[in-house]
Nanobody, 116 residues
Framework: QVQLVESGGGLVQPGGSLTLSCVAS????????MSWYRQVPGKERELVAT????????NYADSVKGRFTISRDNAKNTVYLQMNSLKPEDTAVYYC?????????WGQGTQVTVSS
């Protein structure tokens, strides 16, 4: 059974940091690209960051460049999103996604709230 389980969300003050984790099971993690998305009510899901299966090449949305870092540990079947200098506009439900040319899997999401 394919599972993607996110964790690490919570309430943080502006300027603070959080690290999200997404643990995968039930498929060959190392051959899938991995991405983090986020979504706020009433808006489309937004791509935040992605990391390739080969080479670990990363890409980021302009809104998070220089503040967020995506990484993966294939030995632990886990992808991370380190989030620094958080802003209120980063508040959203964050989802991880595993993808290749023919299929994609989603996690259930974890809430991140940035507020004083």
């Amino acid at each position: 059974q394919v599972q993607l389980v996110e964790s690490g969300g919570g309430l943080v003050q502006p300027g603070g940091s959080l690290t999200l984790s997404c643990v995968a099971s039930g498929f060959s993690f190392r051959v899938y690209g991995m991405s983090w998305y986020r979504q706020v009510p009433g808006k489309e899901r937004e791509l935040v960051a992605t990391i390739t299966s080969v080479g670990g090449i990363t890409n980021y949305a302009d809104s998070v460049k220089g503040r967020f870092t995506i990484s993966r540990d294939n030995a632990k079947n886990t992808v991370y999103l380190q989030m620094n200098s958080l802003k209120p506009e980063d508040t959203a439900v964050y989802y991880c996604k595993a993808h290749n040319a023919i299929r994609a899997y989603w996690g259930q999401g974890t809430q991140v709230t940035v507020s004083s």
